[in-house]
């Protein structure tokens, strides 16, 4: 491996720093595990941005800045008497070791997917065949994502579509199920009617929904991406109508659909 003792000697620098940090630091010394969650979500998606971003020297800070926190919770742990960053670290290898047989033992997998599948098999067998298939995915993760968790989880049990186009007529069907009860809405003649038909679709958008992201997923689309995407778009079109109509002394608010939608396909046109 290169430069090991460099990697070695990094390491035990960042655990310098954080001991002193929470031991002479004031701030650093007051925070808990549920004191820093709501930054550890923070830093994460800033994570996540530089990687979509493909900003490179900004992903090493935002590397540093999630494994600033693995330390600090690791340390946390460590002064309660519960385990410390070794702890952690063996755990992750024991881990890695056990869900990789075809790497450090005699069992062989054809490819990604056979690799995949196996280790949703070999997860469920750590806690003796008990562990629920979808038990893993947190409540609290983004929606699309934890839609996305929950059909790949359940693909690795078999449970999925014997050919990705079928899927289509599931969207199709969860479409018109949500037309349905759109129009049933618009028909809706009183407060209790209105709110019952608003519940149902509702729940009909969230069907198709995830019928779509199923699809995506079955079609090796990232829905996540794919809406990150959409949103950085609208972001550039709407900006430039925006700053359009602020150069030319007119206010969003004064102006027409149509007028607003010329100057939207102006940004289209641009390539934006």
Known sequence: MKNKDKKLKSFEKALEVMDRLREECPWNRAQTNESLRPMTLE?????????????EDNLKKELGDVFLHIMFYSRIAEEEGRFD???????????????????FS???????????????????????????????IPDSMPTVLKAYSMQDKARGVGFDWEKKQDVWDKVKEELGEYEAELEALDKA?????????????????????????NAARLYGLDPDTALNRACDKFRRRFTYLEEKTIRQGRDLHD??????DEIWDEAKARGL
């Open 43 to 55: 830093e994460v998606y800033e994570l996540s941005d530089a990687v979509l971003k493909k900003e």
């Open 85 to 103: 960053i070794a702890d952690v670290m063996d755990k992750l290898c024991e881990k890695m070791i056990y869900r990789h047989p075809h790497v």
């Open 106 to 136: 005699d069992t062989k997998a054809a490819d990604a997917e056979e690799v995949s599948t196996n280790w949703e098999m070999l997860k469920a067998k750590e806690k003796g065949g008990n562990r629920r298939i979808l038990s893993g």
């Open 255 to 260: 102006m027409t659909l149509e007028q607003m």
């Open 189 to 213: 003649s009183s407060e209790d009617e209105a709110a019952a038909a608003r519940s149902r679709a509702e729940e009909e958008l969230g069907d198709f929904m995830f019928a779509t992201i």
